[in-house]
Each structure stands twice: as structure tokens, then as C-alpha cells.
């Protein structure tokens, strides 16, 4: 169950996702997250994206941007949340034929055919550098001390500069 994944992001057992099956048997199957853990962490998480984010990594997402514990940086996703089954047409030919729904029980939505909207947007190849200097700004807003905020300018400053290498996204 991909839900469990992220159970120890979210504070609490809660609901992360309806599929509603509309093919053969009529049926609604609920995901939550675990309730047993003794660790959890309570803090925000940010979530890069690109236009090659689908489907499970959509749900994540859209799940930590939806309970609000995260941002999301980078491009709108691909639009990939109902489930799909392959069936064969002919010749090879096979076509992916949804059989459910994907329902977030917080909007009562999902991101079929529209992705998912990042809150910074900005190039895949660009969110990193671009979710780390907004980190240290948020960071800034609230600094330990002088010599912490210190710290954070001189970071922030090197984050921004040119030369500054970042680990490198190159789409598929």
C-alpha cells in the first residue's frame, strides 16, 4: 500500500486516499496511514517535481500538499491518478483503460489529467537550488541567534551564486 510510505511524515493515522472501482465489482477501498509508530516526524517536508512525476509519486505529493505538511517545488506533474489496467486491442496494440477513481478524502479530488500544481514553481532542473534557498529563507525568518542568522546569510548567498554546483536533474 503506497500510503505507508509517508506514515512517518504525517503526525497521525489519517486518510490519504480513496479508490472508488467503477469496473466489475463496485467498490470503494480506503488507504490510511499507520497508527502504530512510535517515531514520527512532525516538521514540513519539501517535495520536488517534474512533468515526469506520475502516479505514485503524484499521490505523495498531492497527499503532503493537500494535509498541508509540505511544499512542493518544481513543474506541474503528469496527470496520472486514476488506476489503469492493459488490454489488448489488436495487432499488439494495447490500450490502458482506467477501472477506479482516485479521490483525496480532503478535496474530493485528484490530479487526473491536470498533475499536480507545484506551490514554487520552477524548472526540474532548477527546483533543487530553488527549494534549498527557500528553505534558508524561511530559516531566516526565525534565526536561533545572531551568529545562527549569520551563518544562514553567508549560506544563502552561496546557494545563489552561479558557481554554486547542485546535484543536476536531466529529464528522461
Not at 479521490?103 to 514553481?121: A, C, L, S
Not at 524548472?123 to 536561533?144: F, I, M, N, S
Request: charged share 20%; net charge positive; glycine share 10%.
Amino acid at each position: 500500500m503506497k500510503s505507508r510510505k509517508r506514515t512517518p511524515f504525517l503526525t497521525s493515522a489519517i486518510a490519504t486516499g480513496l479508490l472508488l472501482f467503477s469496473l466489475g465489482a463496485q467498490a470503494t477501498r480506503a488507504f490510511w496511514t499507520q497508527d502504530n509508530l512510535s517515531v514520527r516526524y512532525g516538521g514540513k517536508v519539501t517535495v520536488l517535481t517534474s512533468s515526469d512525476t506520475f502516479s505514485g509519486g503524484e499521490e505523495c505529493a498531492y497527499d503532503f500538499q493537500t494535509h498541508q505538511r509540505g511544499t512542493i517545488v518544481g513543474e506541474t506533474t503528469g496527470g496520472g491518478a486514476n488506476p489503469v489496467a492493459p488490454h489488448s486491442i489488436q495487432n499488439g496494440l494495447v490500450a490502458a483503460i482506467p477501472f477506479g477513481r482516485a479521490v483525496n478524502p480532503v478535496t474530493g479530488t485528484n490530479w487526473e489529467g491536470k498533475g499536480v500544481q507545484p506551490d514554487i514553481r520552477a524548472k526540474a532542473a532548477d527546483a533543487l537550488p530553488v527549494a534549498y534557498q527557500h528553505l534558508l529563507q524561511q530559516l531566516l525568518e526565525k534565526p536561533r541567534d545572531d551568529e545562527h542568522r549569520d551563518t544562514l546569510q553567508k549560506t544563502l548567498e552561496k546557494a545563489r551564486s552561479p558557481k554554486t554546483l547542485f546535484p543536476v536533474y536531466y529529464p528522461g
